[in-house]
């Protein structure tokens, strides 16, 4: 029999599922089922609401040093069952394991940083023209905070929540994506192990229709952190409207590098490549669009297909040299082969790849071929969000035009351009309307204290990761003294 994976809530570890059990599965070898994960009933979800309400005085009362040192005694933690917290991340999500060791790590890192500005100034001392008195600002947390997160970085995406979440104080309940689900319970268990305090934080697994609601109709809630998709942050963004929740939402992305004719072709080809492959391109910074100019188109696009030959090893993701594995679910499968589908049928030309692998061992899971699709700049491909191993291309004039391609776009979070020249670069990075721009760089992987987060349906008014986060999970009260 299959083990039950527990849930950290109020201090205490429950596999009670009162709403069923869910066998979470290896999408590389659906064979492989790793665990029984409780599917709970809206009333665990609101016990574990309870339990970071009734946690949240004492917690915000310990000092910032002292939550500090949880946050970097749970990072420890990390680093030391990294191993069998990637294998476990390897298992669930699909990754190869270089990837998910590499993951589990940078979460640590996430926690240590963040656990560091325990020591770190909050507020300020501010003049006041009244004689005698003192004014000063005081950074406060909001309260319960719940953290919503998607099944391509489950546990990356906790743990960049997690950091600024509980450093200012504020206790959570951290729902993950129900595929992916082990690795926060592990994460957790890296707190508790810490000495994090009973109800601080809570972990609720189960179907988004069955406990969403109770999590994001909630008055003991305070905030929502929500990374998933854009369909899903729009409607909780409408849901919430007038609700005095503060919501932060970061969503899909269609993201654009443009290459102009003077770059260097070989770092385009790798990073290009590592940009929209990585991760099965399964990540909202993947670079899902090439942008080629005039003629130099076809020496671009020939390096890219050259690049992807040498270094993308598909294969499951339990042999060592597999850089690309299988996508998350059989669902998410049909859905990225039915956006091809559907370029094809609006005229694209396939430049590589284009379906499924059935061939043995391939069989065994959920693999899509790495693809590369010219279209039209009117398709489909050319808009929506595939979240999957598809490279849409098409060519433009000039540079005017390809950044008007790069905005002709409803996302809005991360671009990149390639070029030697200084001031195209600056003057790309100037008219973008992305939240992160990359000169000669990937459009994923910013570092923990590098500001975070998309424009337009991309994100929210707050971003995520650096000092910059620490905006969404508190509130700013201003204080004026005359003492005697
Ligand atoms: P993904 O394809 O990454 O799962 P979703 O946006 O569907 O993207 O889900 C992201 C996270 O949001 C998951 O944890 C999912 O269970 C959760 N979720 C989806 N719908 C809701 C909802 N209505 N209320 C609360 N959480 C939800």
Redo the contacts with the bound molecule.
């Keep these: 029999m299959t083990d039950v994976r527990e849930n950290l809530v109020a201090g205490a570890w429950v596999g009670d599922g009162r709403s069923g059990y869910a066998d979470d599965v290896n999408p590389s070898n659906t064979a492989d089922v790793i665990a029984r994960i409780p599917q709970f009933s809206p009333e665990q979800a609101a016990a574990a609401v309870t339990a970071a309400a009734d946690a949240f005085r004492s917690w915000r009362s310990m000092s910032a040093v002292s939550r500090g040192e949880v946050l970097i005694g749970a990072a420890q933690k990390l680093r030391e069952r990294a191993d069998e917290v990637a294998d476990l991340l390897r298992r669930e999500a699909g990754k190869p394991q270089t990837d998910a060791l590499g993951e589990v790590l940078k979460s640590a890192q996430f926690l240590e940083y963040y656990g560091g500005m325990g020591r770190a100034a909050f507020g300020e001392v501010l003049p006041d023209v009244r004689p005698g008195v003192f004014s000063h600002t005081r950074v406060e947390p909001l309260g319960v905070v719940v953290a919503?997160?998607?099944?391509?970085d489950p546990l990356l995406t906790p743990a960049r929540k997690l950091g600024p979440a509980l450093i200012t104080g504020n206790t959570v309940v951290l729902?993950?994506?129900?595929?992916t689900p082990i690795v926060s319970q592990e994460l957790a268990r890296a707190f508790a192990d810490a000495g994090m305090p009973a109800g601080v934080l809570n972990v609720v697994t189960g179907?988004?229709?069955e406990?969403?609601?109770v999590?994001?109709d909630n008055p003991l809630v305070n905030a929502i952190s929500?990374?998933?998709?854009t369909?899903?942050?729009l409607?909780?963004r409408s849901q919430l409207a007038g609700a005095g929740i503060r919501l932060q939402t970061e969503m899909g992305g269609k993201n654009a590098i443009v290459v102009l004719p003077d770059a260097d072709l070989s770092l385009v080809a790798s990073t290009v490549v590592a940009a929209a492959f990585g991760g099965v391109g399964q990540r909202c910074t993947a670079t899902s669009r090439l942008i080629t100019i005039g003629e130099s188109s076809e020496s671009v696009r020939s390096s890219v297909l050259a690049a992807m030959s040498e270094r993308l090893v598909v294969g499951p993701t339990d042999a060592t040299d597999t850089t690309f594995g299988p996508v998350i679910s059989e669902a998410?499968m049909t859905s990225v082969l039915g956006f091809i589908d559907r370029a094809k049928e609006q005229g694209g030309t396939v430049l590589t790849g284009g379906s499924r692998r059935i061939d043995a061992p391939f069989d065994a899971g959920y693999f899509v071929e790495p693809t590369v699709i010219e279209v039209d700049t009117s398709a489909n491909l050319w808009r929506d969000e595939v979240?999957g191993p598809v490279l849409a291309v098409a060519s433009a004039p000039s540079i005017d035009e390809a950044v008007d391609l790069v905005n002709q776009s409803n996302y809005g979070l991360s671009a990149g351009i390639f070029t030697r020249d200084l001031s195209a670069a600056f003057a790309f990075a100037d008219r973008v309307d992305t939240g992160q721009v990359a000169v000669n760089l990937p459009t994923s992987g910013w570092d923990a204290h590098l500001p975070f987060g998309g424009f337009k349906d991309s994100g929210s008014l707050f971003k995520e990761q650096g000092t910059a986060a620490l905006g969404f999970y508190t509130k700013l009260k201003t204080v004026s003294m005359k003492v005697g």
């Design positions: 919503i997160t998607p099944w391509n729902k993950p994506a129900s595929v179907s988004a229709a406990v969403g609601p999590l994001t929500f990374t998933g998709s369909e899903v942050g409607a909780l998410h979240f």
